[in-house]
Nanobody
Framework: QVQLVETGGGLVQAGGSLRLSCAAS????????MGWFRQAPGKEREFVAA???????YYADSVKGRFTISRDNAKNTMDLQMLSLKPEDTAVYYC???????????????WGQGTQVTVSS
C-alpha cells in the first residue's frame, strides 16, 4: 500500500502561480512512478503530468510549458509547480502513484485525497 497526502492548493488570480506537494509513504519512493491528475466540476478526471522513477517527465498538452513536475527521492515527495494559471485550471488536483499507461491514457493504482485549486479571472 502507498499513502499519499497532497498540500498546497488554494485560491489564486489568473496569471498567478501555485506549488502543490505530495508526500508518499508505504513503499520505496524512488521506485515509484508518480503523477498528477485533476477533476473539474462536471468533468472527468484528466491526466496532468507524470514523472517516472528515472525522472522522465510527461505532460498534458494543456499544461505543457506552464507546469513542472519534480520529485525529491530523499524526502519522498513530489511537487507540481504551476505558473501562468488560467481559470480553466480550476479543479481538484490528485496525487497518484504507480502509474499505468493504457494506450494513450494514463491511470494509477494509488490516489491521494485531492486538493482544491481555484483560479479566479
Amino acid at each position: 500500500q502507498v499513502q499519499l497526502v497532497e498540500t498546497g492548493g488554494g485560491l489564486v488570480q489568473a496569471g498567478g502561480s501555485l506549488r502543490l506537494s505530495c508526500a508518499a509513504s508505504g513503499r520505496t519512493f524512488s521506485t515509484l512512478s508518480m503523477g498528477w491528475f485533476r477533476q473539474a466540476p462536471g468533468k472527468e478526471r484528466e491526466f496532468v503530468a507524470a514523472i517516472w522513477s528515472g525522472s522522465s517527465t510527461y505532460y498534458a498538452d494543456s499544461v505543457k510549458g506552464r507546469f513542472t513536475i519534480s520529485r525529491d527521492n530523499a524526502k519522498n515527495t513530489m511537487d507540481l509547480q504551476m505558473l501562468s494559471l488560467k481559470p480553466e485550471d480550476t479543479a481538484v488536483y490528485y496525487c497518484a502513484a504507480d502509474m499505468r499507461v493504457f494506450g494513450n491514457k494514463y491511470g494509477a493504482r494509488y490516489w491521494g485525497q485531492g486538493t482544491q485549486v481555484t483560479v479566479s479571472s
